[in-house]
T-cell receptor, first 112, second 114 residues
Framework: DAGITQSPRHKVTETGTPVTLRCHQTENHRYMYWYRQDPGHGLRLIHYSYGVKDTDKGEVSDGYSVSRSKTEDFLLTLESATSSQTSVYFC???????????FGSGTRLTVV | AQSVSQHNHHVILSEAASLELGCNYSYGGTVNLFWYVQYPGQHLQLLLKYFSGDPLVKGIKGFEAEFIKSKFSFNLRKPSVQWSDTAEYFCAVNAVNNAGKSTFGDGTTLTVKP
């Protein structure tokens, strides 16, 4: 779906370094989410946003922070990357809760 | 808190066989329900959704799902699978008026043999 893009698509980083992942949407949707996908765990919510500057934690938020200064951008920062944060990260957008999500293509992050 | 359970981790079928994937959720209030599909190497895509009305919902690619409130279930079905249906399938639930935060099941990998 062209309305949501994630960058970078792949990243390898060293333990202890900060990393920022970007999610950009052109749909003007209110809600944005960051999930991580790990084998056997499905998708787990890290943080979400319900408007500009309005964010909240999900179930696996430790070690992550987010910011949303514009409707279209939602940034996920790993403050000091650890090997347990090696994962595939998906951003999703939604106009209303009952609509379901449109997902980005994902970022594969490897922490070495 | 809500939770989702998908009973089958891996299902293997031959082409033209019928498919049913189980999904049960745990939540005491009103929910919206979803099935997503993830083809190999791709992101998740919405297959179908239920939020009110007819409990039998139809989605893309010939898939359908039935919401049975008394059983807290939302099983996915397809009468005749194709090789191209090989993918991972995720059931998800969110509580109404809760910012759309969805909880996902662990996924079911479907392999269709030609």
């Amino acid at each position: 779906d062209a309305g949501i893009t994630q960058s970078p698509r792949h990243k390898v980083t060293e333990t202890g370094t900060p990393v920022t992942l970007r999610c950009h949407q052109t749909e003007n949707h209110r809600y944005m989410y960051w999930y991580r996908q790990d084998p056997g765990h499905g998708l787990r919510l890290i943080h979400y946003s319900y408007g500009v500057k309005d964010t909240d934690k999900g179930e696996v938020s430790d070690g992550y922070s987010v910011s949303r200064s514009k409707t279209e951008d939602f940034l996920l920062t790993l403050e000091s990357a650890t090997s347990s944060q090696t994962s595939v990260y998906f951003c999703a957008i939604s106009e209303r809760g009952k609509d379901g999500y449109t997902f980005g293509s994902g970022t594969r992050l490897t922490v070495v | 808190a809500q939770s989702v359970s998908q009973h089958n981790h891996h299902v293997i079928l031959s082409e033209a066989a019928s498919l049913e994937l189980g999904c049960n959720y745990s939540y005491g209030g009103t929910v919206n329900l979803f099935w997503y599909v993830q083809y190999p190497g791709q992101h998740l895509q919405l297959l179908l959704k239920y939020f009110s009305g007819d409990p039998l919902v139809k989605g893309i690619k010939g898939f359908e799902a039935e919401f049975i409130k008394s059983k807290f279930s939302f099983n996915l079905r397809k009468p005749s699978v194709q090789w191209s249906d090989t993918a991972e399938y995720f059931c998800a639930v969110n509580a109404v008026n809760n910012a759309g935060k969805s909880t996902f099941g662990d996924g079911t990998t479907l392999t269709v043999k030609p």
